[in-house]
C-alpha cells in the first residue's frame, strides 16, 4: 500500500512542533481569570437589560399589562363596584341580577342565552316556567334588521318547559330544542336543562 502525504499537513505539523512549551503555571493562571469574571455580578441596569431581553419574561409581562388594562377599562366603565360605589353599568343591564352571597348554587339562577330565528315576526318574548309564563318577563331583541331574536334570561338549575310567543298571541316551541308536553302551556312546549355553574 502507498502511502501518500499532503504538503499542507506536514507543513502544519512542523509549525506546531516549532511552538515553545507552555508553562502549567500560566494556564492555571487563565482559567482561574475566567472563572472569576463569570463570578463577578453585572451591574443592575446589565442584568434588567438581559431582563428584558427574555422572550418569556418578555410574554409574562406582556400578560401582565393586559390583565392591568383590563381591570382598568373595567373599572373605567363602571361595571366593577370601586370602595363601595354604585356603578352605572349594573344598572342598565337588562338582566334581572341578584345577589349569592348567601344563596347556595341550587337556589341561584344561571344566565341563559336564548336566540330565535323567524324574520317576519314583530315582537317575540320568551316564557317558561321559569318565568311564570309572563309575556312581559322576557323580551327578546332583535339582532339586526334582518336577523335573530336574542335574550339572556335567568333560570334555576333543573328542567324547565318554555316557548316563543310571537307578536303577542302565537306560541311557538323552539325547533332546536327537545319538546315536552308542559300541563302549564297546555301542549308542547321545548325543554331545557339548566345545569348548575
Known amino acids: 500500500m502507498i502511502e501518500e502525504r499532503d504538503e499542507l499537513v506536514d507543513r502544519a505539523a512542523r509549525a506546531l512542533s516549532a511552538m515553545s512549551p507552555v508553562k502549567a503555571g500560566a494556564v492555571a493562571r487563565v482559567l482561574m481569570a475566567v472563572r472569576a469574571s463569570k463570578v463577578r455580578p453585572q451591574p443592575a441596569w446589565k442584568r434588567s437589560v438581559r431582563w428584558l431581553e427574555d422572550a418569556s419574561v418578555s410574554a409574562r409581562a406582556a400578560g401582565m399589562l393586559v390583565a392591568a388594562s383590563l381591570v382598568v377599562g373595567f373599572v373605567l366603565r363602571g361595571t366593577v363596584d370601586v370602595a363601595g360605589y354604585s356603578t352605572q353599568a349594573l344598572s342598565e343591564t337588562p338582566v334581572a341580577l341578584q345577589t349569592i352571597s348567601d344563596a347556595g ?18 315582537s317575540v318574548a320568551v316564557v317558561g316556567d321559569f318565568n311564570g309564563w309572563d309575556p312581559a318577563a322576557t323580551p327578546m331583541q332583535r339582532v339586526g334588521e334582518d336577523g335573530p331574536w336574542s335574550a339572556t334570561l335567568l333560570a334555576k338549575p333543573g328542567r324547565h318547559t318554555y316557548a316563543f310567543l310571537v307578536d303577542g298571541s302565537t306560541l311557538v316551541a323552539d325547533p332546536l330544542a327537545a319538546k315536552a308536553t308542559s300541563p302549564d302551556f297546555g301542549g308542547d312546549a321545548s325543554v331545557m336543562m339548566v345545569r348548575t355553574p
Request: charged share 20%; proline share 6%; hydrophobic share 55%.
Open 105 to 122: 348554587a341550587e337556589s341561584r339562577g344561571v344566565p341563559v342565552a336564548m336566540v330565535f330565528e323567524l324574520a317576519n315576526a314583530k
